[in-house]
């Protein structure tokens, strides 16, 4: 259920139905938008039937929300969500924030030497796993505190926002201590537990689509977080299983436009994860930016070969920096900036 506020609603009318939903036992969610103001309503909505909020003075309407994802949906928010990363970092604006790094930190020499040529190209946010979802328990798990320790202290040395990935409930405090962004891997789309509890941050969220997850299964997930407090996230999209196997996955581009045509959350395309194959990153970045993205997350390494995972589809700085000369012609073209 949404309420929909009169345009000219005062304050005192605003904090007037919120005491009232609050004691219904209901949860009150409001979006400021440029022109009114909405009220999601979340919790068992049966209760409305008997306690009709129309007649509170500076609602205009009352609405249900037919999707059962709520606060996620574009009825609850008019306008792109738009996040504020850092200073100069914002997603969801007109500049699209490209995220780039390595998969995995390695040590501090060689994610100090990635961080400086990613932010020379362009890039505002560095990526780099710390705890790491590997198919084998015998592949590199990544180097838990210590690798958010390195990330952390590059990013501040080049002058870059960082994300990293949380994969445990009981990470989710030191994570939070190191990153300006918390990434929920693809495997973890459906750890309710994680959700819940990342929905308890401040930190912007970077939810990635489970490999076998509908659009729908990904936005119920957003919703868990958002109906936690925490309104800041963006999804992304990191390709699908289908019975293709030329790539690692299918980049489903068309969850741009969908997710954008249901949702209010900025959408962010990982090209890497998609392809599998460094020389295929470069075509399906342009292909999200075409849709509509509002950031890019890509891995790149400067010796792929060494790489302790995902190497193959890991760009060479070089290359990335061409890419990055690419997109700037590209998101021009279609009034972003990037
Ligand atoms: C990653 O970003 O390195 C990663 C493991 O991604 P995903 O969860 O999309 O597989
Ligand atoms: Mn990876």
Known sequence: MIIVLKPDAT??????????????????????????????????????????????????????????????????????TVIKIS???IVGAKKIVVMAGP????????????????????????????FKPRTSPYSFQGLGEEGLKYLSQVGKDVGLATV??????????LVEKYADILQIGARNMQNFNLLKEVGLTKKPILLKRGPSSTIKDLLMSAEYILSGGNLNVMVCERGIRTFEDSTRNTLDVSAVPVIKYLSHLPVIIDPSHAAGKWNLVSPLAKAGVAAGCD??????????????????????????SQLMQELKVLAKALGREI
Do not use: W
């Open 295 to 320: 950031g890019l997350i890509i891995e790149v390494h400067p010796h792929p070969e060494e790489a302790l995972s995902d190497g193959a589809q890991s760009l060479l700085p070089e290359k990335f």
């Open 164 to 173: 990293t990935e949380v994969m445990d409930t009981r990470d989710v405090a």
């Open 103 to 130: 998969c995995a930190v390695e040590n501090f020499d060689g994610l100090y030497e990635i961080g400086k040529a990613v932010k020379k190209a362009g890039a505002q946010v560095l990526r780099g796993g710390a």
């Open 11 to 80: 304050q005192a009318q605003i904090d007037h139905i919120v005491k009232q939903i609050t004691k219904l036992g209901l949860k009150p969610m409001i979006s400021q938008g440029t022109e009114r103001t909405i009220i999601g309503v979340i919790g068992p909505e049966d209760i409305l039937r008997v306690t009709p909020l129309e007649v509170y003075p500076g609602v205009e309407n009352v609405l249900p929300v037919l999707t059962p994802y709520k606060l996620a949906a574009r009825e609850f928010k008019k306008e792109g």
């Open 87 to 89: 200073d100069n970092v």
